[in-house]
């Protein structure tokens, strides 16, 4: 007997008879699938996601539906049954208004690449990135790496630094094309592809910050392709526009290797060397060349997305069985606006309303960001400014280690072999701070210092270095100087060796070992400030206008330069501050910690065998020059310093009542200085 609609009968009118036969041939056919596809074992594996299979009738005909749940995982049960309530209303829609090519799902009867995925749904991923960082990775980079470390916990293993020494070891078949790619991003969009082929896993740029655990994506691992996107689509497939700085996979995965496939074709259809540096309609256009010393020429993007956007676009189109998974909408991991956060509001409030007027949800639940290092400029920002919890990215990175499994420190034997091949992460691996980075406070000592020496006189004064064989166009720029703060200040004094003990009491004597004129400015040029106040200018800068405004800002500012990136009137020094135009007052607090740290830097001795190393090294040796790198004393240590000074408490809320320095905005700082304007 069989029950119908609450009636029992013995038999059934001939079209219903035909349709409950049909609906258990179909329950047989695709449970004979199942187990042909091996399905069973990752049912009976209690690590992997569950899978469910529901069937509703469309037009007579059963349609089998996948509803998957990661065993234990409540927080995903409430989305999945949203998107099985969905995929129940599209199978009762009209045929004619669904897709015509609907998303193959993992573990669905039929697919092609079943025993494929089951085969390594048990492995641990793998974590990747491009490695090319001879000279150690940004504070940044580091905390990035160690909160993917943490947000994985052990399930995926320790990440894998690629490089040129190693790569063929990940990716053996990779053309000898790939290494006469000119940049290093075109590279990485190569390699992403190919590396999740090979191995599975997860590719990541080296400016993603894991702010969740990461659970979530490692259990899509059976997808050929895991991303995000901007927008949410249907279903959770990718669009064709999916993000490529977070790339996931299975081994194998359909979808990679199509991309992978397309790009060495690219790269192996060669140009004739003729071609090299051509635009065509003024577009520069891919080229690789058979001359084996001559580098590709390669347009942004167009080996990474502009190849794997469109090979996308084409399976969709051909009905390829393949499947993916984007974090989309409010899971995105890049919020709407972000970008706009970055650049205009890069204050935690300020950010938090500037989501709230665009309807953003969640902007600080996401499980991982991207932080557009090209667009912040994260390489140069502290310890104590990415811990400022005030900001948007601060805040970040304090949620991420103080969050989920963030708090918790990796440890185990994988975790001991990779601090051993990485030492430069120990610090980052080690601590328990509420962000794995934070020293001891480096300005504590400030209050302590002695107070400077007394001054020259009650005027401004101006400080540059002696040159030894002075040119005409010198001697012009130090008369402007004296011209244009006629009545306002000192004459210029040139410092030399003769002349400097008198200035600066406490000078190390390592100032006699430094190779060269523009080292021994940089080294002295915070401690005249701090002495005496006033400002040191490099030769090559010329006054236009009076400087009587100037000098007024000098007397009330501790930072007075100029700046170009800025356009309007005069305010606080950002990062892009010119140091060839450097002042502030006597005493000032920034220009006594930069001559308390520049100090330091030449009198804390290297060995020998750090001669040739990119920092700044003196030796015990005195009949030896210091070394130092470009700029290892000037700009970048200035700007660097500042950016952390900023951490203070105490001169970030100068910064905020324009007290602490002000710039001029100047469009040619190496030929005028400052107008007047302050």
Known sequence: MVKFKGRKCGCLPRGQEAAMLTLLLMSLLSLWRLWRSNAHSVLDDA???????????????????????????ETDEDEDEEELEGELQEAKEPSEARPKHPERRAGAAGSSHAEEKTEGADKPCNMFTLWEYPNGAPEYVRLNVESWRRHSHGRCGEPIFLSDANIRKYIPDLPQEYFKLPYQACKSDVVRYAVIYHNGGIYMDTDFLVQEDLDPVIDLMDR???????????GKECPADFSSNFLAGRKGSTFHKKVYDAQIEKMQKHCPASQKGKTVNGREVFCCFKEKDVKCDVPWAAIGEGVSHGVLRRMKADGEDFTSYCFAGDHSFVPFEIEGVLQHTPLLTDALERFEKNHVKNPLGRIAYHLFNSMT????????RLSNNDSFVGNLYVRSFTRGAGNKIVTGSAAQAFLEKYPQFKEQTRSQAVVPCLKKNPFAQLESMAPPAGPISDKCNIFSIAESDPSAAFDLNVDSWRRHTEELCNAPVMVNDSNVKSLLPDLPEEYFRLPGAQEKLDLIRHGLIYHHGGMVLQGDVVFLRDMSKVVQKIELHDLVSSSE?????ATACGDSWQILFTAG????????????????????HCPLSDKEKEKVCC???????CHIPGGALGESFSSRLKQEYEGDEQVLLLLRSRVFSTCDVSASPRSHASDGRG
């Not at 996601?49 to 234990?72: H, M, N, Q, T, Y």
């Not at 030796?619 to 020059?625: A, E, G, H, Q, W």
């Open 47 to 73: 690590a992997q996601p569950v899978r469910k299979f529901s069937w509703v009738a469309k037009d007579g005909i059963p349609v089998e539906l996948a509803l998957e749940e990661a065993e234990g995982d």
């Open 224 to 234: 050929d392709l895991i991303s995000y996107s901007g927008m949410n689509p249907r």
């Open 377 to 384: 400029s994260l390489q140069t920002w502290s310890c104590k």
């Open 565 to 569: 990136r800025r356009s309007g009137q």
């Open 585 to 604: 007052k006597r005493g000032s607090r920034f220009h006594g910690a930069a001559w308390h740290f520049a100090k330091e830097l030449v009198t804390k």
């Open 619 to 625: 030796f015990d040796d005195k009949r030896l020059n």
